[in-house]
């Protein structure tokens, strides 16, 4: 029996790429579980973290913008900074387990901070002018949303 047939070779042969291919498909089986896993779970930080502050607080304090009667930025910017911070802080346990969305969200937010404290430095005598600016501070918020939502669904 030294002496083995080419069809006992071949099979020999096909059940050993049949292994192989079996382990290289399980290995990779795990590592997609494992990254779904931790998948679901950022999603559900992002859900206990983010929900209140994109779906309500966010939204009513940009609604709450306005310009007083001396044509300056109501102090209403400041509750807005404020919950942005506040939001911000709350979502430091990104800070350990997904820096690179962490830098990004602190970025947009400080970007909407000096942007409203710019402008509340300012006198804005036209309304069309006011208006622009409110639409300039919610396109300059909207990105702080789609920054969440963009690492949300990844």
Do not use: W
């Not at 399980?26 to 209140?52: C, D, H, P």
């Amino acid at each position: 029996m030294i002496n083995q047939t080419p069809v006992a070779d071949k099979i020999a042969m096909a059940a050993l790429i049949v292994s192989v291919l079996s382990l290289v498909i399980s290995v990779i089986g795990v590592l997609i579980q494992k990254k779904l896993n931790r998948v679901n779970l950022e999603a559900k930080y992002f859900e206990v973290v983010f929900n209140t502050y994109i779906l309500e607080k966010i939204p009513e304090k940009v609604a709450a913008l306005k310009f007083d009667s001396r044509h300056k930025l109501d102090k209403s910017y400041k509750e807005l900074n404020d919950t942005l911070m506040e939001m911000v802080r709350k979502a430091r346990y990104f800070s350990f387990v997904n820096q690179k969305f962490y830098k990004e969200l602190s970025e947009k937010t400080m970007e909407v901070d000096e942007l409203l404290v710019s402008i509340s430095g300012k006198t804005i005598l036209q309304v069309k002018e006011q208006n622009q600016k409110i639409i300039e501070i919610e396109d300059a918020v909207s990105k702080v949303i789609v920054c969440i939502n963009k690492n949300y669904c990844q």
